[in-house]
């Protein structure tokens, strides 16, 4: 049998709340298990004001409505993410300037990003991948320069820490993931985080489909009607009653994630020790939260001759991301520069199987695997 790239875990307790939710009888958005999650978030990691949204994407697309974008406003974002990160971006007719990743790090180079600022920058996006924070110190003092909004795309980075403040407290705005790959999930899910109490009124009319139910909801107006724009973010009590079970169990799940990473780590650092593959340097002010164990190799042709490798053992390893700014709806868009350090993750970087059932056994196999291949 193939070892999976990933599984989900259940704990056991989603099925309970949902049963539970079920009986209360509040089944639709906004319900006792939204406002649960909801607490989690904002009890646990300060974040000012939190939206369960049905996915990350969902919740770009009401940060970015917040946002007030107009056409010609420019946002700078790394090339080295997911697609969600921009195309919510481009529905609101903004253009994306990419920014290039660090060399020693996916994550975005800074400096390369304030060099793409001019007076229609409006946005900074930074993505935290794998959960390893970006230098916020730094994207904060850009953004305040030259008045940015900044958003953190956290959607790798639950239970993850900056100089010890949570990941998704820095930006005037942050989203969540809790798609099945993320290390908590609701299936399909998501979270946006509002951290500038400014744009909080409006975004709960956003949230509700351009209405003021929520302020219905609260007793604070006696009808509910159509105020502004929004679209339908809310999602079914019933993922929040699943998702609360997940956070119940958040301590355990992230322990295990990160217990199999470490593992790794030292099966692996050998290997980097002998400078036949790269890893990870956690920079001293961030954390790692288990998401992803990734290392890099010499060149593609051996990225690749190792993925097949693992292959025909019985091992799903993965690469990722496509470079934004070379896919096949922007590059045309993009202003021709290049972008060396996301080209060369894009071409050597391996994320090898990590979730909550996977066996410390099975890391070594695969570890061993992998140091077979180099001997
Ligand atoms: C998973 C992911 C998203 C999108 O999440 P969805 O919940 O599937 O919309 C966005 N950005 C990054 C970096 C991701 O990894």
């Known amino acids: 049998m193939k070892i999976p790239f990933n599984k989900p875990w259940f704990t056991g307790k989603e099925i309970q709340n949902i049963t539970s939710a079920a009986a209360f009888g509040h089944i639709s958005g906004n319900g006792l298990y939204t406002r649960k999650c909801?607490?989690?978030?904002?009890?646990?990691?300060?974040?000012?004001?939190?939206?369960?949204?049905?996915?990350?994407?969902?919740?770009?697309?009401?940060?970015?409505?917040?946002?007030?974008?107009?056409?010609?406003?420019?946002?700078?974002?790394?090339?080295?993410?997911?697609?969600?990160?921009?195309?919510?971006?481009?529905?609101?007719?903004?253009?994306?300037?990419?920014?290039?990743?660090?060399?020693?790090?996916?994550?975005?180079?800074?400096?390369?990003?304030?060099?793409?600022?001019?007076?229609?920058?409006?946005?900074?996006?930074?993505?935290?991948?794998?959960?390893?924070?970006?230098?916020?110190?730094?994207?904060?003092?850009?953004?305040?320069?030259?008045n940015l909004i900044l958003l953190e795309d956290a959607a790798h980075s639950i239970d993850s820490y900056y100089k010890e403040k949570p990941l998704g407290s820095f930006g005037h705005f942050a989203t969540f993931s809790f798609h099945e790959t993320k290390n908590i999930s609701s299936g399909e899910g998501g979270l946006l985080v509002i951290n500038d109490e400014k744009y909080i009124k409006r975004a709960e009319i956003v949230w509700e489909k351009g209405t003021n139910r929520s302020a219905f909801s609260r007793g604070d107006v006696d009808k509910y009607e159509w105020v502004d724009v929004g679209a339908s973010y809310s999602p079914s009590d019933m993922i929040a009653a699943f998702l609360f079970g997940q956070l119940s169990h958040i301590n355990k799940i992230q322990q295990t994630r990160i217990n199999i990473w470490n593992r790794y780590y030292s099966n692996l650092l050998?290997?980097?020790n002998r400078?036949?593959?790269?890893?990870?340097?956690?920079?001293?002010?961030?954390?790692?939260?288990?998401?992803?164990?990734?290392?890099?190799?010499?060149?593609?042709?051996?990225?690749?001759?190792?993925?097949?490798?693992?292959?025909?053992?019985?091992?799903?390893?993965?690469?990722?991301?496509?470079?934004?700014?070379?896919?096949?709806?922007?590059?045309?868009?993009?202003?021709?520069?290049?972008?060396?350090?996301?080209?060369?993750?894009?071409?050597?970087?391996?994320?090898?199987?990590?979730?909550?059932?996977?066996?410390?056994?099975?890391?070594?196999?695969?570890?061993?695997?992998?140091?077979?291949?180099?001997?």
Not at 77 to 90: A, D, E, K, R
Not at 298 to 307: F, H, V
Not at 348 to 365: A, G, K, N, Q, S
């Open 38 to 146: 909801h607490e989690f978030f904002e009890n646990r990691y300060g974040f000012k004001k939190t939206f369960l949204t049905s996915s990350c994407t969902d919740a770009f697309e009401m940060a970015t409505i917040l946002m007030d974008l107009k056409d010609g406003d420019e946002v700078i974002m790394p090339s080295y993410t997911f697609v969600s990160t921009t195309s919510p971006f481009i529905l609101r007719g903004a253009k994306i300037k990419f920014a290039d990743s660090l060399n020693d790090h996916p994550n975005i180079n800074l400096d390369h990003a304030e060099s793409l600022i001019n007076i229609n920058t409006k946005v900074l996006v930074v993505m935290h991948y794998g959960g390893v924070a970006v230098d916020m110190d730094k994207a904060m003092e850009i953004c305040s320069n030259h």
């Open 270 to 272: 050998p290997l980097a």
């Open 275 to 375: 400078g036949v593959i790269k890893i990870i340097n956690l920079p001293e002010f961030a954390t790692n939260n288990g998401h992803v164990f990734y290392f890099q190799t010499s060149d593609k042709n051996e990225r690749n001759g190792l993925l097949d490798f693992l292959n025909d053992n019985n091992i799903h390893a993965v690469f990722h991301y496509l470079p934004l700014h070379l896919s096949p709806y922007y590059k045309e868009l993009h202003t021709g520069e290049e972008l060396k350090n996301t080209e060369l993750f894009a071409d050597t970087l391996i994320r090898l199987p990590l979730f909550y059932e996977l066996p410390l056994e099975v890391v070594d196999f695969i570890s061993e695997r992998i140091a077979s291949y180099y001997n």
